[in-house]
């Protein structure tokens, strides 16, 4: 397949100018700032922060092996999945693909940027049915949504099932992996070099602790960011949220694999106690920070669960998570007490 990025930018997108401010012609640091209307008077946050976060990038760069060219920082991972949208898909002529069961935000910004959607039920072990899936494109499909570990299921998808589409799709394919950190098999991020439609989104909200600042990752080739950076507004990540980041990451990394090791350890003595239980009928394999378990009266459980102040995610209407929890891992005390809780209902 020859893959023409040109051919599938919506057109409006690739005429697109898009918005300059007078620090986008300059770089290095000025002495005097006379040019955004900012209140002159210093207090850590009267200017406005760099549109394209270099500093940050950087250093997120060297610790994800990638460019700092080839990553776009949003609001989460959701501002990414958005602009895929925004860059290239027609609203109410082309169409995406989306995996199920999955992250529901994908098919919730195609309804928003109305765009159709053509779902590729997963297989019984929730692998994609690539036959499937190619069955399903025609020249109006722009982008492929894969989630790998996927969520709710909690697996990783088959990663030469991926490539495969990679190869063959003439459009973007997108590897959500907002839970690798937590898995054994390699990102994609180390093939974005070597598939021009392959767009990789990470998050800073899972492993790195960091839900509450709201920052997400999308990598791929320098082309396909410069397409986001041109339709993005101009300081959509702010002071706060950057400084955080960075902070996080030149003095607490080691914290944070550390909190790893903890929680995929606890995620396997929890699995091994959940399959323990009679009336757990299935607890599925992971490599995320979650666990998917079947249990009889799944819903009934939900609800006196949250009776005891304790919230998992009831996923019993999701195809093929008939009867299914999903359960974060928490703390060893709060996976003792979840378990405790879970055997005097089922008692």
Sequence with gaps: MKFNLNDIIRPNILSLAPYQ???DEFEGVASIYLDANENPYDNGLNRYPDPYQAELKSHIGRI???DSHQIF???GSDEAIDLLYRIFCRPGRDNYISISPSYGMYDVCGKVNDIERREAVLTADFQIDVPQIQNLWDENTKLIFLCSPNNPTGNTLNREDIIT????FNGIV???EAYIDFAT?????NEINHYPNLVVLQTFSKAWGLAGIRLGMAMAAENIIALF???KYPYNVNVLTQQKALDTLIHQADTVNLQIAEIVKERDKMSERLRSIPHVERVYPTEANF???KIKEASRCYLQLLDEGTVVRNRSKVILCDDCLRVTIGTPEENKKFIEQLLAILD
């Design 21 to 23: 401010c007078a620090r």
């Design 64 to 66: 994800k092996g990638v």
């Design 73 to 75: 920082l949003g609001n």
């Design 165 to 168: 589409l990679c190869r063959s």
């Design 174 to 176: 997108v590897v959500d």
């Design 185 to 189: 098999t390699p990102s994609f991020t």
């Design 229 to 231: 950076n041109k339709v």
């Design 291 to 293: 666990i998917l378990v």
